[in-house]
Nanobody, 127 residues
């Protein structure tokens, strides 16, 4: 049984930082692309960033480019999202997801490309 468990969410003020973690278990290998998405109330789930299985490739959505950084530690089966310079519009539930598809921008930005999802962690940024 595959499980993705996010942690590290919380409340911060504008300009603050948070580091989210996503611990994966039950995956048969590390050969999965991983992605981070978020969903704010009343809005659709939004792609943020994806990373290939070997960390050689990443792709960031424009709203987070330069502020967020994705990384992964396959030995720990964990993916991280370092979030800096947070803004109130970053307030949302953040989800990690795993995809068995090959890393391509056309794949990783679409939520239906992902096979497994975490339960989400709330991030709240106050002004």
């Amino acid at each position: 049984q595959v499980q993705l468990v996010e942690s590290g969410g919380g409340s911060v003020q504008t300009g603050g930082s948070l580091r989210l973690s996503c611990a994966a278990s039950g995956l048969t290998s590390n050969n999965y692309c991983m992605g981070w998405f978020r969903q704010a109330p009343g809005k659709e789930r939004e792609f943020l960033v994806g990373i290939s299985w070997n960390s050689r490739r990443t792709y960031y959505a424009d709203p987070v480019k330069g502020r967020f950084t994705i990384s992964r530690d396959n030995a720990k089966n964990t993916v991280y999202l370092q979030m800096n310079s947070l803004k109130p519009e970053d307030t949302a539930v953040y989800y990690c997801a795993a995809s068995a598809l090959r890393f391509k921008e056309v794949n990783i930005t679409i939520h239906t490309s992902y096979d497994y999802w975490g339960q989400g962690t709330q991030v709240t940024v106050s002004s």
